[in-house]
Nanobody, 125 residues
Framework: DVQLQASGGGLVQTGGSLRLSCAAS????????IGWFRQAPGKGRYWISS????????IYAEFLKGRFTISRDNAKNTVYLQMNSLKPEDTAIYYC??????????????????WGQGTQVTVSS
């Protein structure tokens, strides 16, 4: 079975850090680009970052302004999202997703084939 297991969320104060992990199984991980999306209460799901299959390309939503870093370890079938300088507006459920679509679709949710269950991040003010 295909699985993407997101973990590492939690409650943190403003200015704090969290590291999310996304562990994959059931498919050839190194053939897939991975993206992170988030969904705040009452809002839609928004793309925040993607990393290419070979990790040679990373890209971020402009509003993050350098606070987050995406990385992957293909030997461990895992992608990470290091989140620093967290703000209350970062509160959301964070989802990882995998796609074999061409890289130009890196932030289009409908182009991602596999999705994790999400991990809750709550930033208190």
């Amino acid at each position: 079975d295909v699985q993407l297991q997101a973990s590492g969320g939690g409650l943190v104060q403003t200015g704090g850090s969290l590291r999310l992990s996304c562990a994959a199984s059931g498919f050839t991980f190194e053939d897939y680009h991975i993206g992170w999306f988030r969904q705040a209460p009452g809002k839609g799901r928004y793309w925040i970052s993607s990393i290419s299959d070979s990790a040679d390309i990373t890209i971020y939503a402009e509003f993050l302004k350098g606070r987050f870093t995406i990385s992957r370890d293909n030997a461990k079938n895992t992608v990470y999202l290091q989140m620093n300088s967290l703000k209350p507006e970062d509160t959301a459920i964070y989802y990882c997703a995998a796609t074999k679509a061409p890289w130009r679709w890196f932030k289009i949710a409908t182009r991602f084939q596999y999705w994790g269950q999400g991990t809750q991040v709550t930033v208190s003010s």
